[in-house]
DNA sequence: TTGGAATGTCAACAAGGCTGACGTATCTTG
DNA sequence: CAAGATACGTCAGCCTTGTTGACATTCCAA
């Protein structure tokens, strides 16, 4: 097989460029969540709490089940997390309409604040980091992380995307 | 301000694209670790393990402190990682020579198989994101983690790329 | 009406973080 | 050479966040 044809011998590919990637991974990740962590620690919640923020955040009235799908753990750990969050009035939880089984779960006011504040926090890092790269590279960093998605992620990734303009 | 020349409001930093690559990095973290976590899973053992083997084999009679700071956790939490990695036989630990307070650490060839059974199995799904997407947005991929890292690990990063040629 | 879905909750357990304290070599420096 | 600093190991206890398993309730849909 010819080196140029095969597109397995691009520099690009090679193990030593793959381990970077992964490394680059790991320290990125631990940049990404060093902000928010810091707020978090200073409120007795963990990453768990704002993650759950985030999503509701994200999806105003969403359910416990389709948190849970988009979290990936057990509903036994998102309820700890979320039983804290709507004891301290972060987090609001509805008895469906339509579907009486159904919990609909809203930021209050102090959580729509705290979210803000994550947020906030999480993006500053984000865009001194894209504003940095440049939009070129920005576009790049984007499809890798999404090729890098489990398929079901993915699809849970695109949809997030389609219904907020 | 003229919008233009301010590089304020360029698309690529409104605050819904920020949001947007916060949620792929979460996404995308899960999809890096998925793979090794499968394999550490059926051994009984976690991240940590998987952490300190890769920093082991990545430099090969490192000491305990160097791995420290590398990981951020404290000696407590490594120790017990380590100790059940030298227990089992996977990695070696050797008084210095020079310094005899020192203890380096490298694989044993136990190790080094587990090592490379994790690693091809993340490489795996690095390459076929890479492939996917291309070397341009590979470098900008690589330019925007970098980008996102605590100053303090984006030395040990560029540092743990120098002396490997 | 009946099976299954959506949810909550109790209990128990494990991994892997953390702090604090202490001990022991060993190196370095005044 | 004595004293302090450094590198490491370890004991003990605590927390968050994940897990499994079991059980109850409510409600939708065939």
């Given at each position: 097989m010819a080196d140029v044809q095969s597109g397995e011998n691009l520099l690009f590919l090679t193990d030593e460029q793959l381990r970077q990637?992964?490394?680059?991974m790991f320290f990125a990740y631990r940049?990404?969540?060093a902000d928010p962590d810091l707020i978090l620690t200073e409120l007795a919640y963990?990453?768990?709490?704002?993650r759950a923020i985030h999503f509701i955040?994200?999806?105003?009235?969403?359910?416990?089940?389709n948190l849970l799908s988009i979290l990936g753990v057990t509903k036994q750990s998102l309820n700890r997390v979320l039983r804290?969050?709507?004891d301290d009035g972060l987090v609001k939880s509805e008895k469906g309409t339509a579907d009486k089984r159904e919990r609909?779960?809203?930021l209050?006011?102090?959580?729509?604040?705290l979210e803000q504040r994550l947020s906030d926090a999480q993006r500053a890092?984000?865009?001194?980091a894209y504003r940095a790269a440049g939009p070129t590279a920005v576009a790049g960093f984007r499809q890798v992380l999404e090729a890098m998605m489990d398929p079901e992620l993915r699809r849970k990734y695109k949809a997030m995307r389609e219904t907020d303009t």
């Amino acid at each position: 097989m010819a080196d140029v044809q095969s597109g397995e011998n691009l520099l690009f590919l090679t193990d030593e460029q793959l381990r970077q990637g992964i490394e680059a991974m790991f320290f990125a990740y631990r940049g990404f969540t060093a902000d928010p962590d810091l707020i978090l620690t200073e409120l007795a919640y963990g990453r768990a709490h704002h993650r759950a923020i985030h999503f509701i955040a994200r999806r105003p009235g969403t359910t416990v089940s389709n948190l849970l799908s988009i979290l990936g753990v057990t509903k036994q750990s998102l309820n700890r997390v979320l039983r804290t969050l709507i004891d301290d009035g972060l987090v609001k939880s509805e008895k469906g309409t339509a579907d009486k089984r159904e919990r609909h779960l809203t930021l209050t006011e102090a959580g729509e604040a705290l979210e803000q504040r994550l947020s906030d926090a999480q993006r500053a890092r984000m865009r001194s980091a894209y504003r940095a790269a440049g939009p070129t590279a920005v576009a790049g960093f984007r499809q890798v992380l999404e090729a890098m998605m489990d398929p079901e992620l993915r699809r849970k990734y695109k949809a997030m995307r389609e219904t907020d303009t």
